[in-house]
């Protein structure tokens, strides 16, 4: 009965090839989120969508590619993957979009490029 | 821009009460949050505070919140070896999205 559920836990790739990281929540949440916290535990926002429709876009480069086939999940693609995307990539939800609503975050998804 | 700094370590001795500190920038933040982050696991929320309140307490956590200064604090009492984490103090500005500090990484001695 997670709340918030990521896949995979961990992965590991080389240079240059596409994956992707998948997210799904149960708690009824319009809003959904991928942030990315670096080597330093830096925390920083990526994405968000808002009843699939994107809302939030940060500065992130086009091989980063979110995709949200209902409200309920939220998935991030990822083309030709580089060294400094070894991150762990968190995806997060909350009821509504407006910033003020509690974010529930799923385990975290370790991703080491090779 | 909005900013939100942390003070990146502290050490405590178990029984002894800790305080996380965290400053940021947006005046019009209306909620400001403390997130815990236990080694190789997710980000649980702790608490949060409401721009219009100076305190809150929940059980061995207490929130101080001086927005003139836009200085947040949180004091855990009696602090124990579980409490051992990164804290992340968190605002919710004017731009819909939550600004992460860096990270306080509290290390309880036994």
């Known amino acids: 009965d997670t709340a918030v559920s990521q896949t995979p836990k961990y992965l590991v790739t080389q240079m240059g090839n596409d994956k992707s990281i998948k997210c799904e929540q149960n708690?009824?949440?319009?809003?959904m989120y991928w942030y990315k916290q670096d080597s330093k535990k830096f925390l920083k926002i990526m994405f968000s969508?808002?009843?699939?429709?994107?809302?939030i876009n940060e500065t992130v480069p086009n091989r980063f590619s979110p995709k949200s086939p209902d409200k309920a999940h939220l998935n991030l693609h990822i083309n030709s993957l580089e060294l400094g995307d070894s991150a762990v990539y968190f995806c997060?939800?909350?009821?509504?979009?407006?910033?003020?609503?509690?974010?529930?975050f799923g385990p975290g998804t370790r991703l080491l490029v090779l | 821009g909005e900013d939100v700094e942390q003070s990146l370590f502290l050490s405590v001795r178990e029984g002894d009460s800790s305080v996380i500190n965290c400053t940021y920038t947006?005046?019009?933040?209306?909620?400001l949050y403390w997130y815990k982050q236990e080694p190789g696991a997710g980000l649980q929320l702790l608490t949060y505070?409401?721009?219009?309140?100076d305190m809150k307490q929940d059980q061995r956590l207490t929130v101080l919140l001086n927005k003139k200064d836009k200085h947040l604090s949180l004091r855990i009492a009696d602090t124990q070896t579980g409490d051992s984490a990164i804290y992340f103090c968190?605002?919710?500005?004017?731009?819909?999205?939550?600004?992460f500090g860096s990270g306080t990484r509290l290390l309880v001695r036994p």
């Open positions: 997060a939800s909350s009821q509504q979009s407006s910033g003020r609503e509690t974010q529930y």
């Open positions: 708690l009824g949440h319009d809003t």
């Open positions: 969508y808002n009843n699939k429709e994107l809302i």
């Open positions: 947006d005046s019009s933040s209306t909620y």
């Open positions: 505070i409401f721009s219009n309140m």
């Open positions: 968190a605002e919710s500005g004017s731009s819909y999205k939550l600004i």
